[in-house]
């Protein structure tokens, strides 16, 4: 196997410019796998919550089997590029394909929410060594006139998952169990290891990164504060109560350690210099906000379509596609309006256009004719489609090839985060609000006053448990009643998401106004980039 040396692939370049197209649709497939088993839990929630066919959990337990995953998989992320720059990103990939596998087989067959959220951590590390060595790869096996659409197509494949995720989910769920979504993962991941085995070159760079172990250590407690203590935020607790305000104190300063502990490591998981080119800055910033925003957006829009919209799971996964197809033609149409309109503008108009999305949600009810929903989907998906490809570019275009790894997971850890807080935003307001309406007695029915101290705890649970006493008891006004309170605080978390959609937007505007020059990490020859 050759090595690379410089950015076009290194020694041998042509035979690398040959086997590109091979190696970024095996190196596309493990990157559709992160972003396929992510779509397929927003399908999942709903039957995970139900105490008959899933697993009982409550809305906290359900926030962290998501967060468990992207907690694990964005702290572990700078590790994950340091490994892949270390030992080459094919070992890297083949290590997180074969954990991944692992933890999704395990966690198909557990019987409780905290062995779930166990074996969700697991797949994030799983990923966490996956999502960098793919971009690593691309960065430095594609000629350098051909590395703009390769992103393109690697940015596009997150939207494929995120289409093919929903269908497979809601036909697993429609006929077999809830660990099914989990076990399909298993013979995936082998078809992507063989692809790796056998196409896959070494790319290893010129030297060998150190691992940053307590870096990592850091990164990780700092974002668990603060996750933490948004979640226990929306369970009821006060915001200056030990259990928030204590973690977040933690994860706060955790965090400025870590960000301390870079800038004066030789060998840092996260070049904190990076930030000092505005384009890069700027950069960040709007893929972290673009992916709180979207990731908070669908674990509601999960719990809308099958709870009051009445959906079953295979259906909302068809209703979902209309996002994943969006973003697959957002992210192949953003290089043509990138050199129209610039990537500054291409991508503001793309946050844009979701923010405006995000506040359409807040007329919807259990009436909205489908088809409304569908275009909204699609319109969202386009504008994040037209986010993530210039970004990622303009990120990129100042990291030199041996800091490839490290650079793509900086990329990879911001979406990530992202996400993780999304969720976490999300769910918690979700939760406060729908405790508050249907702790409010005097706006509940005179049937649901009287229900016992037990069942009234349970029905304000969640609005799922709540359907499901409804059920037992033939109390319909009971389920009505949990989907007024689920539809208010939908409506308060959508515009809170479109708020925070709107501060990316005027970020897009104002910081990418050209792209990063040479970021000159520590022992880089200083490399050129064009204007944005």
């Known amino acids: 196997m050759s090595r690379a040396s410089n950015s076009s692939g290194g020694e041998g370049g042509g035979n690398t410019s040959r086997r590109s197209w091979p190696v970024l649709l095996v190196v596309v497939c493990a990157q559709m796998l992160i972003w396929l088993d992510t779509s397929v839990l927003n399908v999942a929630v709903t039957t995970l919550a139900d105490p008959v066919d899933g697993l009982g959990a409550t809305p906290a337990e359900l926030e962290w089997v998501a967060s468990a995953y992207t907690l694990v998989f964005a702290g572990a992320l700078f590790a ?41 951590a697991v797949m994030g590390a799983g990923s966490a060594l996956l999502m960098p060595a793919t971009l690593s790869v691309i960065v430095q096996s594609t000629p350098e006139e051909k590395r703009t659409r390769a992103i393109a197509i690697w940015s596009s494949s997150s939207g494929l998952g995120v289409a093919v995720g929903p269908v497979v989910g809601g036909a697993l769920l429609s006929n077999f169990w809830w660990g099914s979504v989990f076990l399909v993962n298993v013979p995936i991941v082998a078809l992507c290891m063989a692809g790796v085995a056998v196409v896959v070159p070494e790319l290893k760079a010129p030297r060998r990164r150190q691992l940053d172990l307590p870096g990592l250590a850091l990164s990780v407690a700092g974002l668990g504060g603060i996750v933490y203590g948004i979640i226990e935020l929306g369970n009821g607790r006060t915001w200056y109560g030990a259990h928030v305000l204590l ?148 990120m990129m275009s100042g990291v030199p090839p041996h800091l490839a790894g490290a650079g793509s997971a900086l990329n990879s850890v911001t979406r990530q985060v992202g996400g993780t807080l999304g969720v976490a935003l999300a769910g918690s307001i979700l939760s406060g609000v729908y405790r508050s309406r249907m702790s409010d007695v005097t706006e509940l029915p005179s049937s649901v006053r009287e229900l016992s101290p037990s069942a009234a705890e349970q029905a304000g649970t969640s609005a799922e448990a709540a359907r499901a006493l409804a059920g037992s008891l033939r109390l319909p006004e009971l389920a009505t009643t949990a989907d007024r309170a689920f539809l208010d605080a939908m409506y308060a978390a959508t515009l809170s998401i479109a708020a925070l959609a709107l501060v990316g937007f005027a970020v897009a505007v104002v910081g990418l106004r050209t792209r990063p020059a040479s970021p000159e990490p520590r022992g880089a020859v200083p490399s050129k980039a064009g204007s944005a």
């Open 80 to 120: 994950g590029g340091a490994l892949a720059d270390r030992f080459g990103p094919r070992t890297t990939l083949l290590a997180g394909l074969g954990l991944f596998g692992a933890a999704s087989g395990a966690g198909a067959f557990v019987s409780s929410p905290g062995w779930l959220i166990v074996a969700r």
């Open 247 to 394: 973690p977040l104190l933690l994860g706060g300063a955790s965090l400025t350690a870590f960000v301390a502990a870079q800038r004066r490591s030789p060998a840092p998981s996260l070049d904190v210099r990076l930030f000092r080119q505005p384009g890069f800055a700027a950069g960040s910033v709007v893929l972290l906000i673009a992916f709180m925003a979207l990731a908070g957006h669908l674990f509601y829009a999960a719990f809308y379509l099958q709870g009051p919209r009445g959906l079953s799971p295979s259906d909302a996964g068809l209703v979902m596609i209309a996002a994943a197809i969006g973003i697959v033609l957002g992210s192949q149409a953003s290089p043509a309006m990138s050199r129209r309109l610039t990537a500054r503008w291409t991508v503001a108009a793309g946050v844009l256009a979701t923010a405006v999305t995000y506040v359409a949600y807040a007329w919807l009810d259990g009436g909205t004719p489908i088809r409304l929903i569908v275009a909204l989907l699609g319109i969202q998906g386009f504008g994040m489609g037209l986010v993530g490809t210039p970004v990622t570019a303009v």
